[in-house]
């Protein structure tokens, strides 16, 4: 493969559209950290900006969710449309590292995040929180966007917090170690002469 050839840039746009959300995802693998995050949540876009910079991922997002409900339906969507667009940027996979992982230390708290682009997706969570609620999101659906995002991305996702007291920064560790991970995972491998990172041919299904 010629090392001097111009990539092209991975972009992918996502419109999602049901009668609990309306959310748009712009997005750039090969960008740097720039965001424009709103989806009527605080804490959900801190989260979103923080995989954003550290990833090194342009990130556009807008969501409008049914909130007087609760967040449940915005997060869990949220998920599912960013990793649409991570899906839909790699297009077949071809010339990727595939796999990632980060260990994230955030003062007393320390996060792992392993993943593999392997097109099967699946989550292993062991996440524990002491609160109920961290700003104006229930804690519990952490848990339902990385599963959205596993599941729509074609990612194998294991993420586990090894120690931690603050929940803030249980989650703030948990994002900022998939960034890392995912910005490992998605990078180009020069080694690779632009093939398909398996030995079946192609990243997908249960092959």
């Known amino acids: 493969m010629d090392e001097n050839r111009i990539m092209p840039r991975r972009r992918a746009e996502i419109e999602r559209a049901t009668k609990e959300t309306r959310i748009r995802i712009a997005l750039d693998l090969d960008g740097t950290g720039v965001y424009d995050v709103k989806t009527g949540i605080g804490f959900l876009d801190h989260m979103l900006e923080q995989l954003a910079r550290h990833g090194l991922i342009d990130l556009t997002v807008r969501a409008e969710g049914d909130l007087h409900i609760d967040g449940h339906h915005t997060t869990e969507d949220t998920g599912i449309a960013i990793g649409q667009a991570v899906a839909l940027a790699l297009g077949d996979r071809r010339g990727i590292v595939r796999y990632g992982h980060a260990y994230v230390p955030m003062d007393e708290t320390l996060s792992r995040v392993a993943l593999d682009f392997s097109g099967r997706p699946y989550l292993i969570w062991k996440v524990e929180f002491t609160r109920d609620r961290l700003g104006d999101l229930d804690t519990e659906l952490f848990r339902e966007w ?38 490992t995972a998605v990078a180009i491998d020069p080694r690779t002469a632009g093939s398909i990172p398996s030995t079946k041919g192609t990243l997908g299904g249960s092959l």
């Open 146 to 183: 990385f599963q959205a995002f596993a599941q729509a991305g074609g990612l194998t996702l294991h993420v586990e917090t090894l120690y931690g007291l603050n929940n803030h920064h249980i989650v703030e560790s948990c994002f900022k170690a998939l960034a890392r991970a995912l910005r």
